[in-house]
Antibody, heavy 119, light 109 residues
Framework: EVQLVESGGGLVQPGRSMKLSCAAS????????MAWVRQAPTKGLEWVAT????????YYRDSVKGRFTISRDNAKSTLYLQMNSLRSEDTATYYC????????????WGQGTLVTVSS | DIVLTQSPALAVSLEQRATISCKTS??????????MHWYQQKPGQQPKLLIY???NLASGIPARFSGSGSGTDFTLTIDPVEADDIATYYC????????FGGGTKLELK
């Protein structure tokens, strides 16, 4: 059974940093691209970043470029999101997802971790 | 950026058909494949994949869900609607990076 378990969320002050983790199990992690999708309270879904199966390619939405870094450790089957210079508008539940095939849909989602940026 | 537009809400009666639309600002088809996918999200839960590539039913999803469309106009149909289907539905494109529609909240009449 595919499982994605996020951790690392919490309350952080504006301008500070936070690192999220996503532990994957139930599949060969190194075979799949992975992504982070977020959802602000009472709002819709918003793609944040994607990383290729081997970490060689990364993609970001414009609003997080230069502040967020997606990475992975295939030996540990773990996905990361390093978030720097956090802003109040980054407040959201962050979901880890597995990227499928060459058409790139998100078949599996973690339960999410809440990040609150507030002073 | 490709923008996806959905109606914010749809009211439907149980055992009736629900049709949820998604319009994209650019064509999301490529070589005969629609880079359009649909998700269901219930309050307090993570999204769940329903349909991928426009019309393919994801594993474990009941056959009362179906997807159709091409180019810039897509539809998710639920027929018949059951009480468990009350949720918010999102379309998503993956042809040019990834964007989601604003979501359609399915409500009971």
């Amino acid at each position: 059974e595919v499982q994605l378990v996020e951790s690392g969320g919490g309350l952080v002050q504006p301008g500070r940093s936070m690192k999220l983790s996503c532990a994957a199990s139930g599949f060969t992690f190194s075979n799949y691209g992975m992504a982070w999708v977020r959802q602000a309270p009472t709002k819709g879904l918003e793609w944040v970043a994607t990383i290729s199966y081997d970490g060689s390619s990364t993609y970001y939405r414009d609003s997080v470029k230069g502040r967020f870094t997606i990475s992975r450790d295939n030996a540990k089957s773990t996905l990361y999101l390093q978030m720097n210079s956090l802003r109040s508008e980054d407040t959201a539940t962050y979901y880890c997802t597995r990227v499928e095939s060459v058409v790139y849909w998100f078949a599996y989602w973690g339960q999410g971790t809440l990040v609150t940026v507030s002073s | 950026d490709i923008v996806l537009t959905q109606s914010p809400a749809l009211a439907v009666s149980l055992e009736q058909r629900a049709t949820i639309s998604c319009k994209t600002s650019q064509n999301v088809d490529n070589y005969g494949i629609s880079y359009m996918h649909w998700y269901q999200q219930k309050p307090g839960q993570q999204p769940k994949l329903l349909i991928y590539e426009g019309s393919n039913l994801a594993s474990g999803i009941p056959a009362r869900f179906s997807g159709s469309g091409s180019g810039t106009d897509f539809t998710l149909t639920i027929d018949p609607v059951e009480a468990d289907d009350i949720a918010t539905y999102y379309c998503q494109q993956s042809k040019d990076y990834w964007t989601f529609g604003g979501g359609t909240k399915l409500e009971l009449k």
